[in-house]
Every structure is written in C-alpha cells, then in structure tokens.
T-cell receptor
C-alpha cells in the first residue's frame, strides 16, 4: 500500500542553522510528491511539488527538496532557518486516479526554532 | 483571487448530533476535497467532488457524507456524532484541469464533540 514516512516527529534547530526534514515514500509507480507547511491554527500551504524532470525542486520561502528514486526519498532542505519557519511540515504523495490526485500524508514533523 | 474559505471556523457539538460544514473553493476551481486531521490519525482523505459528482472516497463510515453544488461550493455532513469525530476538517480546491494541478487548502473547521 502507498505510504509516506516522516521519521522525525519533532526537530529543533537554531535560527540561521541549516535544516533537513526527511521523507520516505512507498509507491509502485513514479510518485507525485509534495511538501506542505501548517502554522498553528491554519490550513496547509504548499511549499513545493515534484512531478517529473529535475530532481531538485525549488519552492517558496527558500525551501528546496530533492527526489531520490533509489532511496524512495524526498527530503526538504533550507540553508538558513528563520524563526518564522517554526511550524509543522507534511510530506505527501499524490495518487492519481480517476482524474484526481488524492494526497496521502505523512505524520508530520514539528519544527521548533531557537533564537 | 480569494482563497479557499471554510465556515464555520469553530464548532462545538454533543454526541449524537449532526453537523454540516461548508467550503467555498477558489473561483474557477471545480474540484473540492475534504480531509480530516486528528492528533492520532493525522491527515486522512475523506472524499472529493468534481462537477457535483463524488469521484473518490476515503475509508470513512457512511455517517460522513458530502455534496457539491453547481457553483462548486461543497458541504460535508457528519451524522450521529461520536467523540472521535473531534478534528480539524480541511477543505482543498483545485482546478483539476491537469493532473498536476495543485490543491489549495482552506484554514479548516475545528469540530469539538462533547
């Protein structure tokens, strides 16, 4: 069955430090992959997505992610974290069926940023 | 363009009652999806509507239902509420003109069942 694993439930980094959030997926075909961010009390905002082509994807707010088929991974990175990046981050795989991309989400990684 | 709007933002109900949540998609978007978010189960897909037809359904009991109107606005209904239905219900809209179209999420409706 299709699934998404985010191994880190909670991560704390210092402001200005680099960040990498891990995501592994299980999917038989070429996946559609997404990273969303959720601030407290808010909905989900798309950071970036991968469908095909260049395996390094650039997103908003300075985030990027790299698709590695051999490792079934789609890790999210940011070179320098800002305090406003504190939020919960969700990796998702899109299952395209019947004209629709149903999203299967990971459990999320909560990011805390120390000043 | 205005984003996805959901009403109400907060609801408190008691067990056994029913509830209706509303979602207005981004103008021009024809697909509306619903997701349930709980601390224990995370984000789970409920169902998706396109042009007033339910195309996809998640693994939820029949107490959860929905519909979509001709203007693409959608409602979801939960009957005979249980304590476990307490959750954040998120709505997402998409043009769905291409399979690569992004889903845009609303702020959610926080449902508390007492």
């Amino acid at each position: 069955a299709q699934s998404v694993t985010q191994p880190d439930i909670h991560i704390t980094v210092s402001e200005g430090a680099s960040l990498e959030l891990r995501c592994n997926y299980s999917y038989g075909a070429t996946p559609y992959l997404f990273w969303y961010v959720q601030s407290p009390g808010q909905g989900l905002q798309l950071l970036l997505k991968y469908f095909s082509g260049d395996t390094l994807v650039q997103g908003i707010k300075g985030f990027e992610a790299e698709f590695k088929r051999s490792q079934s991974s789609f890790n999210l990175r940011k070179p320098s974290v800002h305090w406003s990046d504190a939020a919960e981050y969700f990796c998702a795989v899109g299952l395209f069926s019947g004209g629709y991309n149903k999203l299967i989400f990971g459990a999320g990684t909560r990011l805390a940023v120390h000043p | 363009k205005a984003g996805v709007t959901q009403t109400p933002r907060y609801l408190i109900k008691t067990r056994g009652q029913q509830v209706t949540l509303s979602c207005s998609p981004i103008s021009g978007h024809r697909s509306v999806s619903w997701y349930q978010q709980t601390p224990g189960q995370g984000l789970q897909f409920l169902f998706e509507y396109f042009s007033e037809t339910q195309r996809n359904k998640g693994n939820f009991p029949g107490r959860f239902s929905g519909r979509q109107f001709s203007n693409s606005r959608s409602e979801m209904n939960v009957s005979t509420l249980e304590l476990g239905d307490s959750a954040l219900y998120l709505c997402a809209s998409s043009p769905m003109e291409r399979h690569t179209d992004t889903q845009y999420f609303g702020p959610g409706t926080r449902l508390t069942v007492l």
